[in-house]
């Protein structure tokens, strides 16, 4: 007998663009910007560290905690731990609530890091802020995956990503101003931490705007609180385009309930993707970190002065968002898993070619195509890891294999510092290169194509 149940899935995913939709893709993405501020002013409070001799560019041995590839390595300890061992609880206790406790989470721990003195205790609570963050993008991509249409999947990411990123051009522009700098008796890169770990004041109007994701309460039982909110996207649609709604598409068996667990992941169905992905986050954090935790640092290697270093890093940042945003119209006209491929593509031939560079035209230019590919692909990659999962474990499962990368970068930054400090630009983005190459092998190879397609069906 044919399944007739109409699911929350079916009612979501013939909804037209709405403002009302964006407008909840926006109050995600202003939890997520201040979690992108935190997680790229790394690279902008570097010479800060240098100048106030609490790290060095360079390490004297491989896990050298005086160097500041030991701060990248806290960041990315701390994200992995995140990401890891607490992304279950989103598929637990609900997308809305875990936002919440996650992004005060890392505000806390991020604005106590900002007074303290030594290596060893910034990188302590560098690690501590950044479990929360790990906890907290892992939630962003679970949130914005399950509440837009299966057609606007790629530009709702797009956009989230484009509001994200926009916290990259502010905050090289403050540390540019800041950093060399001092006010009241505190160093003007403590400033630049400070001001991104207020982001809690607005923690509970962001929050107060959400409604939880209706397939996750569908998914416990919470069918009651699930219609209402489906309704209530229903009227805003019906109401803002004029227009009645198609009928829903029913999918078999996606009315089924069950719950989900870690081992779920490697059954016959998520092993191959769930490898695959594991596979391409150990290396793509490789080239999208590498160059943006490390670009001020690498324009001083080269001969840059430090001034010089924070302008030209603020130009670069200013690319960010521009990729997202581009994305916005083209996300969903091209298979995802290839956008990531040849996103990465780019990353390596651009990165090898801004290692070459000696005029400022040549570095800003480079250094803007390196920025607009690595955003490309990320806004890409996660729509695309939120994708190949169910609800019952979609948090939980992006957690395990976006870990990975996290996992990766806390050795990686370290391999960096030892490549630029005995082979210079060239040898770090030989490296990066090399990691790119098997991006574009493992995703364009073995990646399962996922765009317009429903992400019930997907799963199955």
């Known amino acids: 007998m044919a399944e007739t149940t109409v699911t929350v899935a079916a009612r979501l995913d013939r909804l037209p ?35 106030a001799k609490i790290f060095t560019p360079t390490t004297q041995g491989l896990f050298d905690l005086n160097g500041f590839a030991s701060f990248v390595a806290a960041l990315f300890a701390g994200l992995f731990v995140g990401t890891f061992a607490f992304s279950w609880l989103s598929d637990r206790f609900g997308r809305r609530s875990i936002f919440t406790f996650a992004l005060l989470w890392y505000s806390v721990g991020a604005f106590i890091m ?60 403050l540390a540019w101003w800041l950093v060399p700098l001092q006010f009241a008796g505190l160093d003007g890169w403590r400033w630049v931490v400070i001001i991104g770990s207020i982001g809690a004041l607005f923690i509970w109007w962001i929050r107060l705007g959400l409604p939880e994701s209706p397939r996750w309460l569908e998914q416990h039982g919470r069918g009651a609180e699930a219609e209402r909110i489906v309704a209530e996207m229903e009227r805003q649609a019906r109401a ?7 009928p829903p598409e029913v999918v078999t068996g996606e009315a089924e309930r069950k719950t989900g667990d870690w081992m779920e992941m490697w059954n016959d169905t998520y092993r191959r993707r769930t490898i695959m992905l594991v596979i391409y986050n150990l290396f793509q954090t490789i080239g999208y970190y590498g160059f943006m935790s490390w670009v001020p640092t690498l324009l001083i290697s080269q001969g840059v002065g430090t001034t010089k270093s924070l302008a030209y890093t603020f130009i670069i940042a200013i690319a960010a968002p521009v990729g997202p945003l581009i994305g916005i119209y083209f996300a969903d006209r091209f298979e995802r ?10 990353i390596a031939i651009f990165g090898l070619l801004f290692a070459q560079q000696t005029s400022a035209v040549g570095v800003i230019a480079f250094g803007l195509l390196i920025t607009l590919c690595n955003n490309w692909m990320s806004f890409s990659f996660h729509a695309y890891q939120a994708e190949l999962y169910p609800t019952r474990i979609r948090a939980l499962a992006i957690g395990f294999v976006y870990s990975w990368s996290r996992f990766s970068a ?19 983005f030989g490296f990066i290169a090399g990691a790119m190459a098997i991006v574009f092998i ?15 069906a997907i799963a199955t």
């Open 114 to 173: 900002a007074f303290q003195d030594t290596p060893q205790t910034i990188d302590l609570w560098r690690f501590i802020a950044s479990v929360g963050l790990g906890v907290e993008l892992v939630n962003v991509d679970t949130y914005v995956s399950e509440l837009v249409p299966k057609g606007q999947r790629g530009p709702a990411f797009a956009f989230n990503q484009f509001i994200m990123f926009t916290a990259v051009p502010v905050v090289a522009l």
């Open 17 to 51: 663009p709405t403002p009302y939709a964006r407008k909840l893709i926006m109050l995600i993405s202003l939890g997520g910007w201040f979690e992108f501020y935190d997680l790229f002013f790394t690279a902008y409070v570097a010479l800060g560290l240098f100048r």
């Open 410 to 428: 806390i050795f990686s930054g370290f391999i960096i510092a030892f490549l630029l400090g005995r082979y210079g630009t060239i040898g770090v």
């Open 442 to 456: 493992v995703i364009g190879g073995f990646g399962p194509p996922v765009t317009q397609r429903r992400l019930e």
């Open 337 to 346: 898993k290839w956008q990531i491929a040849w996103a990465a593509a780019g």
């Open 240 to 246: 803002e385009t004029g227009a009645e709604l198609p």
